[in-house]
């Protein structure tokens, strides 16, 4: 079985070979979990897939955007996307990022998620994940290997869920609606004129928003404008101009959405971020796109 990591540095056509047949290696491999590392250029784009292992992919470095037919959702660093197993999804990458994906056999463990989800990363658990990487890959593990392994996977039901999902709904005519606010963001949208744009009422469009996403127009609003803000802050904007575009009447309106929905400020949610990065990159040498274990 492989062990350790083999370094690509090859074009879009390459990448797009060595993804399937890093696939093809998850499909055979052995074991309750897989850790792989992989590093990718901004802008990279994996296309459609599905594998028969559940993913928890962690963005060590940089933002990743997952998009199924469900919705997209957005992973900053020190969190994590639970993918379920056969799930189809793409996955875009936002700036240069480190992922660390772990790929689970659906019957692991009891109590895994079963749907989509944005998780935080705790600290035994980005640990685990380390560690988890450093180990032989694809065979049945014993000694420290093995309860290194069994730890990380009983974390996984205990890490807190994070508003960073933004599903559409079922409808193509609310799921219309959605799309053109992710393209255009802004606060001020109501659930009358949404109502009043599909020639529904106010009573059954609230109910079908609700019954389809699993969200309020409120929540599912303030989320999107999260998926806007993210990346730009992300980026270094300052947090006058990323709320003034995305209609915000002021910052402090902006600023306490933003505490809402993440728990810290834009400044000290983005500088917990940093700081994250700044040591992830302190202890992850550069080493090109990495893909596959070695001999595979």
Not at 87 to 114: C, F, K, N, Q, W
Request: with cysteine.
């Amino acid at each position: 079985m492989p062990h350790g990591k083999e370094i690509f540095k090859a074009d879009a056509a390459e990448l797009g070979q060595l993804h399937e047949r890093r696939w093809q290696w998850l499909e055979e491999a052995v074991g309750p979990a897989v850790a792989l590392p992989t590093e990718y250029p901004d802008g990279y784009h994996v296309p459609q897939h599905r594998h028969s292992r559940s993913q928890l992919l962690h963005a060590l470095v940089g933002v990743v955007l997952v998009t199924t037919r469900h919705g997209r959702w957005m992973v900053p660093p020190d969190h994590a996307m639970w993918i379920p197993a056969g799930t189809e999804h793409s996955v875009e990458m936002l700036g240069d990022v480190s992922m660390r994906s772990v790929y689970v056999m659906p019957d692991a463990i009891a109590g895994l998620p079963d749907g989509l989800r944005v998780v935080g990363i705790t600290d035994l658990m980005h640990s685990l994940i380390v560690e988890s990487e450093k180990l032989p890959q694809g065979a049945e593990l014993e000694g420290r290997g093995g309860l290194i392994m069994n730890l990380l996977l009983h974390e996984i039901p205990n890490l807190p869920e994070r508003p960073l999902g933004l599903p559409f709904p079922s409808d193509p005519r609310l799921a219309a609606l959605c799309r053109r606010f992710v393209a255009a963001p802004s606060p001020h949208a109501t659930i009358d004129e949404w109502a009043d744009a599909v020639g529904m009422s106010r009573r059954s469009f609230t109910r079908a928003f609700q019954r389809q996403t699993g969200l309020s127009l409120s929540t599912w609003r303030q989320q999107a404008c999260l998926f806007a803000a993210l990346p730009r802050l992300a980026d270094g904007e300052p947090i006058t101009r990323v709320a003034l575009d995305l209609g915000y009447d002021s910052v402090p309106a902006f600023i306490t959405m933003f505490k809402r929905m993440l728990g810290a400020s834009p400044r000290g949610y983005m500088r917990g971020a940093r700081d994250s990065v700044d040591a992830a990159r302190r202890a992850t040498p550069d080493t090109g796109t990495r893909l596959l274990p070695s001999g595979v």
